[in-house]
């Protein structure tokens, strides 16, 4: 199959190709040449005078390479060759000798980074052979974006897997052999794991007298195709059968490991530790570590350490191949600063049933490449070992999601084919069993997906979606939160989502107290940091942290809201109470500065305003305000309850100069109101009913009182729309005077009331004695007294 077919097939099959290029591509030019006869140079102690048969007259070509031999086969890249980097040689004089061409390094036609001297070639090599038709050098290299949950593909078997599964073809694997002539590995290291959760299984092997030194050709080439630097055959290896398999290992220097044992524990508070790279790290006793009998030797699933590496002296080597948590070596790559080819693939989930096979993979290899004596058997030190998975598939339920009419036995080929064992247990369900490399499906749905992707994305049927009448069967508390959104939405305002784990530091930034339910929180067990341990109990942290994002950006006109559960700790139960709140915040100018208006900054009256419309527009009527609340988070000066009925539903108002100061949002003005929806819940029906425009005229009154300045004017309108009934239509407040002309305690409120009957045209005097009551029930109940004037 061509190659860039295997790769639209892969991005098919939902691994995105990003890349194909051909390995050893700009090898035209060069061709395979015979040293026919090496001299000195006549003027240069370090030149040599080569004569090469190159498939036709010999080629005279001064050469200082150091590993010269008369009968080599080398490349030979004559004059007018191009290079693959682009260079095109010429016939020149080199101290006064005719050279027509030049003998290549490896690194000179881009195979690897070797230039130690001139590329040995096959001594059965035709002189005259281009190089690009040797195939050990004709390859193609594959970019593949591997998603986060398919680490599995993290590996060249991981690939062949998927195009096996995707062609139909069969996947051929034998176990590797591992010639062991060694005594038992048991006698020489043991294993030891002080932190199981941390490693659930740790295996190790031991080979006696090898022999370090430079790895042959093609394995060095595939290590650069790939990008990875060769070290020496040992460590060449080990990466590797990482590539090959997608399980990491490392090789220690056995004799380097004190009592020639492993102990797996975590890092104690404050040890330091010199890694591979010479970078000498503090630890912590989050980061797991893998230590000899006395000391640290490896950061665990990370990078090896100095003390025990591989050098030109080792001559005994233990390898490791384990299986790491990987949310144990995510924190530690992340405190450390340290990410490697190994931390990637641990931090993404490797394979626990494979662990053994990849060791006796590399156990093989290097007997084979660097000599010596392997130990028979393998440590495998496997506390708890984890069931096999089991996945229930419904065989109506996935087509009927596909929009397909597949029948069992095809959905069981496709599953087979990607070495799933399936057992159909009636017609319509089938049993899985998922291997231990594919952590990604642990769901009905997630092998909904692996049948979608062999059938083939692009043969799934386009359908019409059968969907039910709008809202029918839909559960209320969704019905609200879809209806909140649009709301917010068509308000100009943006949904956010932010992280359910804060810092514990949140209840101090917002100056709770310390018997506040902002405080009642849920611990992580295994938090990522301290910013990120504990369940959040408000979403005021989350959006605070979203507007001062903004503002560090200079985003200043900022309208925010977010529908989410925080969740606080009960003392006698181990299950938290989870609430349902929806948030909304608004920061910046209500409007910029242009050249007909001058700028404004956001008031309490805006966020009322748009609270006020949001709760209309779910269709409530008997909400209000009243002044002052309890959550530390607001200014007491200016914020207010949110009332329907006598029940408080929410809170609103400014917030505290506190709580804007730890979140370091300078001076802006913000405002934000929260709703408990559960209590909104039992004032919301979700119905929206047409109400037509009043067939009868209405009639104004207008009423100015002066009532005590401390007064809420909702107090007012209370008594107005309580005393009017259905004849007061709705009620305004215009004109709020405190001045001069009053007295230092009182204030003047004026206020338009609508009055109109769905029955009739209303009568004059029938208004005048209802806009009568209302105003002695003013003067009776709050003191008022009509303004004169």
């Not at 002539?181 to 002080?194: C, E, F, K, M, N």
């Amino acid at each position: 199959m061509p190659a860039h077919e295997v790769g639209e097939l892969l991005t098919m099959a939902g691994l995105e190709v990003e890349g194909v290029a051909a390995a050893g591509d700009g090898l035209g030019d060069i061709v395979a040449a015979r040293i026919l006869s090496i001299e000195p140079h006549p003027d240069a102690d370090r030149l040599s005078l080569c004569r090469v048969d190159a498939g036709g007259d010999p080629v005279p070509v001064v050469c200082g390479a150091p590993n010269l031999e008369k009968g080599m086969r080398v490349p030979l890249a004559p004059a007018g060759a191009r290079l693959p980097d682009g260079t095109v040689l010429r016939e020149s004089r080199i101290r006064g000798q005719v050279s027509k061409g030049m003998l290549l390094a490896e690194d000179e036609m881009g195979l690897t980074e070797d230039h130690s001297g001139i590329m040995v070639l096959p001594w059965d090599l035709a002189p005259g052979t281009s190089l690009a038709s040797v195939a050990s050098l004709s390859d193609w290299v594959y970019d593949v974006d591997i998603t986060p949950n398919r680490p599995d593909c993290a590996s060249v078997v991981g690939i062949a897997r998927e195009i096996a599964a995707a062609t139909g073809k069969t996947l051929r694997r034998t176990d590797p052999a591992v010639k062991a002539a060694g005594p038992p590995v048991g006698d020489l290291s043991s294993v030891t794991i002080d932190d199981a959760s941390g490693c659930p299984r740790y295996t190790a092997g031991v080979i006696q007298g090898v022999s370090p030194g430079a790895s042959p050709f093609w394995l060095r080439y595939r290590l650069h195709l790939c990008g990875i630097r060769s070290i020496n055959n040992i460590v060449d290896v080990t990466n590797y059968v990482m590539l090959e398999s997608g399980q990491p290992l490392h090789a220690f220097d056995y004799d380097r490991l004190r009592e020639h044992r492993i102990v797996v524990r975590r890092a104690k508070e404050g040890e330091v530790f010199t890694t591979l790279d010479g970078e000498s790290r503090t630890l912590d006793n989050e980061i797991l570590m893998i230590c000899d009998g006395e000391r640290p030797v490896a950061v665990a699933g990370i990078m090896g350490g100095l003390n025990s590496e591989i050098f030109a002296g080792t001559r005994n080597i233990l390898v490791e191949s384990a299986f790491f948590d990987p949310v144990t070596i995510r924190r530690g790559s992340k405190r450390l600063g340290l990410s490697t080819e190994a931390s990637y693939r641990f931090e993404r989930g490797a394979d626990i049933g494979g662990v053994t096979v990849a060791l006796k993979r590399a156990l093989s290899l290097l007997s084979d490449l660097a000599g010596g004596e392997t130990a028979s058997g393998i440590i495998d030190t496997y506390p708890e070992v984890r069931p096999e998975r089991t996945v229930r598939l419904r065989v109506d339920r996935t087509n009927r999601m596909l929009g397909t009419s597949l029948s069992p036995d095809d959905m069981s080929g496709y599953l087979r084919s990607l070495d799933m064992a399936v057992r159909e247990t009636d017609r319509n369900t089938l049993e899985i069993r998922v291997p231990s490399y594919r952590v990604d499906l642990s769901r009905e749905v997630d092998l909904v997906e692996e049948v979608a992707r062999l059938y083939g994305y692009d043969r799934i049927p386009v359908t019409i979606p059968k969907v039910r009448p709008f809202d029918e069967g839909e559960p209320p508390e969704l019905r609200l939160r879809d209806r909140l959104k649009a709301l917010m939405t068509g308000f100009g305002f943006c949904e956010i989502i932010s992280y359910s784990f804060i810092s514990p530091d949140s209840a101090d930034m917002l100056g709770a107290s310390e018997e506040s339910s902002l405080r009642a929180f849920v611990r992580i067990m295994n938090p990522l940091s301290v910013d990120q341990s504990v369940l959040r109990t408000s979403l005021v942290p989350g959006l605070l942290g979203a507007v001062r994002a903004n503002l560090q950006n200079r985003e200043r006109v900022l309208r925010l809201f977010e529908w989410g559960k925080v969740f606080i700790s009960k003392e006698q139960d181990p299950l938290p109470a989870e609430k349902l709140v929806f948030s909304g915040i608004m920061a910046g100018p209500f409007r910029t500065k242009t050249w007909y208006a001058d700028e404004r900054p956001v008031d309490f009256y805006d966020m009322k305003g748009v609270t006020a419309a949001l709760l209309k527009g779910l269709g409530l009527r008997d909400f209000g305000f009243r002044s002052g609340t309890a959550s530390p988070a607001y200014d007491p000066e200016v914020s207010s309850e949110i009332t329907c009925g006598e029940t408080v539903i929410g809170k609103l108002g400014r917030v505290s100069g506190r709580a804007a100061a730890a979140w370091n949002l300078g001076s802006e003005a913000v405002f934000l109101f929260e709703l408990d929806i559960e209590r909104l819940m039992a004032h919301f029906n979700g119905e929206r009913k047409f109400r037509r425009f009043g067939r009868f005229p209405a009639v104004y009154r207008d009423i100015s009182v002066i009532v005590r300045r401390d007064l809420e004017s909702e107090a007012l309108m209370e008594i107005v729309r309580r005393r009017g009934g259905a004849l007061v239509e709705s009620v305004m407040i215009f004109d709020v005077y405190q001045g001069e002309r009053m007295d230092p305690g009182e204030k003047a409120v004026a206020f338009r009331i609508c009055y109109r009957s769905e029955k009739g045209t209303l009568d004059g005097r029938e208004v005048n004695r209802l806009h009568e009551s209302i105003i002695d029930e003013i003067r009776e109940k709050l003191g008022g007294r009509l303004k004169e004037g």
